[in-house]
């Protein structure tokens, strides 16, 4: 992404809640996060209860001796999360759920005493959760660091005056291809499919997202990714039943690593999860990233704090202590997204990071993203995925 680029119009479209997740669990991780929950301890040596507390408005000298972190799998640098229990004093206990919907209902059931401090929506769900009651306002005098974050990165139209939440990263979705099997040049979201239908048949990986896996159709076809026409519906499910479920190998939101491991020939991925693929290959010159046209999917997560949260103080300071332009890069190498810290691309450049066109998009990359948004197609798409995921067997 370039300085210039004109990213304020795109994530300021209206975006309104979807009931599918936009990626599946992550799962796995060499570095010892495990889903369902990981500790990583501090070096505070009182267990439980505050150590200290900070009163509004100013920033704290001590925190409570625990944070509770409820996120995505693999989204956050360990080492980055040890690094803070060490300067600050707080063990960190890291919970993962594998949907905004599954976080929602967690939170929902619980009234207030889940025992989460930080949690991290999608943008398009957070209406949702302010209007239920579920996130606590934003103590902006304990988050500094919200001057380090890109104006265009703010003010969105899910929380206008950022009283809830803070960007954590956005990204799109794309497909990495072997070079090896598709020896043809890939642009575009008609060439996957033309691809899966011949040369990456029997080894095509989808995401295991409805709206996703069928916005390959209506992007290929030029058709809105929102659309609740009857015929654009029914086409596409003529198509991935009928034609299309043969050709799938697995239904997979983290297919990355496995074809980087020769698993796949082609799959559908998240632009951060495509380049941890490269990262991990022996051999990433073999694999070929596509930003797919003529439109594709545009999402951001958001940092919020949870109403009940037992560790405010901890809280705003962690959000505050990733928002750091230093720690900011460091998460960023780590996850692959954008985080919307002001120079973060000039740093990750001066840094030497790999792979950067996979996380900093071009304007007209930028002019080919579109937001999805909840509608009467809602359990269509759902239908549609089920029966193709049946279909291929």
Known sequence: MTDDAPL??????????????????????????????VLLSGCSASGSGARASASPGSLPTTLEAQLNIYNWAQYDDPALVKAFGKAFGPSIQIDTYDSNEAMIAKLAAAQGTSGYDV????????????????????DKALLPNLASVDPRFLAQSWDPANEFTVCKDWGSTGY??????????????????????????????VLAEAPEMVGIYFWAHGIRWTTEAKADLDAAEAFFVNDFAQHVKAFDSYPAIKLAQGGYALAQAWNGDARQGLLASKDPGRYA???????????????????????PVAAHAWINYVLDPKHSLADMSYHGYNTGVRGIEASAKAAGLKYLDLIFFTPDQLAMLETG????????????YNKTKAKAG
Do not use: C
Request: glycine share 6%; net charge positive.
């Open 8 to 37: 304020t119009r795109i994530l300021a479209d209206e975006l309104t809640t979807r009931s599918l997740s936009r990626r599946s669990l992550l799962r796995g991780s060499a570095l010892g996060l495990v889903a369902g929950g």
């Open 119 to 138: 949690v991290v929506p999608t943008g398009s769900y957070v209406p949702q959760l302010i209007a239920n009651k579920m996130l606590m306002r934003l």
């Open 176 to 205: 990495l291809y072997d070079k090896t099997v598709i020896k043809r040049p890939m642009a575009t979201w008609a060439d996957f499919v033309e691809a899966a239908r011949n040369e990456a048949s029997g080894s095509t990986a």
């Open 289 to 311: 990233w596509v930003l797919a046209g003529p439109k594709t999917e545009l999402w951001m997560d958001n940092w919020a704090v949870v109403v009940g949260a037992k560790h």
């Open 373 to 384: 948004a909840i509608n009467s197609a809602e359990q269509r798409l759902l239908d549609i």
